[in-house]
């Protein structure tokens, strides 16, 4: 290759072949969202434990569910944007010592206060590290794999909590709900200096960023072995160039209508998944069933929503937004047959893996299409915004949950309470396909050179 040269980073990447380096970095990711969905699902994992040993009613940990995610939201938000002025590297890292501290520091919390202000402390790491592991997937993977791969890697939170669940309650019976905290903070501090070894940066923010053009060099050689790679080349990312870091780019360009769309979609998916996977517990105890299977209750949604996700972008290649939001239809189904099922396990137990099945699955879809849907210079502060407004989302459906039992103190109530969000992400993300299909501003110009995979 002739010194000199100018070189499409973004191209390289997407013509290379899906190798051992980012092979590397994505297992390293996958890590790290495992312990994220774990440490984020472990209080649900405790609740009924803590609530029976300070004697707290079933309601009251509503406020405490909701902490934990405010906290996602201001991660998000702050360590997302700081990324796209900073890089991705050490906002990841950083985020994963804070969240492992913070999830140590629950198991010795004496009271409820204690416990609440922790947890909320905890999700800033938490929405930190999700948030810029979504970002750095997003700019590591091929145009022709991305969905696919940050799906896939996506994954790993709820499998955190489906391995979580599945030793909780025998934890919580050996040890006391104390070991859940410590199984879950030792392991993410135990990543921290694996991370600080082996997490590259991202090479897309590198390119951006002007700087490092032989560290640049030295990773596309790890990527594409077939050519020379020099560090007087000048490299670049075919994207259209916004302010870094800017809010306001999110609504500009043709952004705006998709963002918003968007923003209500995963808003409106996440009321329903978080109220459901930290009150499917205690619902379940309420109607009779022993705790292991009341646990089982969340390792099942979870779970449902692993198989979902890769079942739901396979069949949404084409017209993504118009079957995820027919996913999100038939979720809403499920969640209300939840309620109808009555204490019947069986029943029960099916209508809670096709609710995590749809709408788990598209959610995950949904995610995954937004970190290809921003360009590099923004795609951290695009897709923090969007966390963030989920996470709100997140925030409020345990709050509103708490006070639907509070209310009526029936389970069943609960469940068809829940079964409202995923219409009206459904109804958004169908008011967004059609306004694409009459060639409004769903997916900028500046992007059809390089549109996400549908």
């Not at 290379?16 to 984020?40: K, M, S």
């Not at 069986?346 to 709408?359: D, H, K, R, S, Y």
Request: proline content about 6%; some cysteine; aromatic content about 10%.
């Amino acid at each position: 290759m002739e010194t000199g040269q100018r070189i499409d980073v973004a191209g390289v990447i997407d013509t290379a072949p899906f190798g051992p380096y980012q092979w590397r970095i994505f297992i390293l990711l996958f890590v790290v969202i495992v312990l994220d969905g774990y440490d984020t699902q472990a209080i649900a994992f405790v609740a009924p434990a803590i609530s029976a040993q300070w004697k707290l009613a079933p309601a009251a940990f509503g406020p405490i569910f909701s902490a934990g995610l405010l906290g996602t939201a201001v991660g998000a938000i702050l360590f997302g944007m700081v990324a796209d002025r900073l890089g991705r590297r050490w906002p990841v890292i950083c985020s994963v010592a804070l969240f492992g501290a913070l999830t140590w520091s629950c198991s010795i919390a004496q009271n409820y206060h204690e416990l609440l202000v922790l947890r909320l402390v905890a999700g800033v790491g938490l929405g930190g590290a999700l948030v810029n592991f979504l970002a750095l997937a997003s700019e590591y993977a091929p145009a022709r794999l991305r969905n696919t791969a940050v799906t896939i890697s996506m994954w790993g939170f709820p499998l955190g909590a489906v391995v979580g669940g599945a030793f909780a309650a025998p934890m919580i019976e050996r040890y006391g709900w104390t070991s859940v905290f410590h199984l879950g903070a030792v392991l993410p501090l135990l990543c921290v200096p694996v991370l600080i070894l082996l997490m590259p940066e991202s090479i897309r923010y590198a390119t951006l960023s002007g700087r490092h053009r032989g560290k640049i060099a030295a990773a596309l050689a790890r990527i594409d072995h077939t050519r020379s790679w020099r560090a007087d080349d000048t490299y670049y990312v075919a994207e259209p160039k916004v302010t870094r870091g800017s809010v306001s780019a999110l609504f500009s360009d043709g952004f705006g209508v998709p963002t918003v769309m968007l923003w209500i979609a995963l808003f409106s998916s996440l009321v329903m998944t978080y109220c459901l996977i930290n009150w499917i517990p205690s619902l379940l105890r309420q109607i009779g069933m022993p705790i292991r299977q009341a646990v089982l209750g969340t390792v099942m949604i979870n779970f449902a929503g692993i198989v979902g996700s890769i079942c739901v972008v396979r069949i949404a290649k084409r017209h993504t937004l118009s079957r995820l939001a027919y996913s999100y239809g038939l979720g809403a189904i499920a969640v209300a047959g939840i309620g109808l099922a009555g204490d019947r396990w069986l029943p029960v137990m099916t209508c809670i893996f096709l609710a995590g099945f749809f709408v788990i699955g598209a959610q995950l879809a949904v995610t995954a299409y937004i970190t290809g849907f921003y360009p590099t210079s923004v795609r951290g502060t695009g897709v923090g915004w969007s966390q963030a407004v989920g996470r709100t989302g997140s925030l409020l459906g345990p709050l509103a949950g708490g006070a639907v039992l509070a209310v009526t103190a029936q389970p069943s109530q609960m469940f068809l309470f829940c079964a409202i969000p995923p219409v009206v992400a459904a109804i958004a993300l169908l008011a967004l396909a059609r306004s694409t299909a009459r060639g409004a501003a769903a997916e900028p110009a500046s992007l059809q050179a390089a549109p996400p995979q549908r």
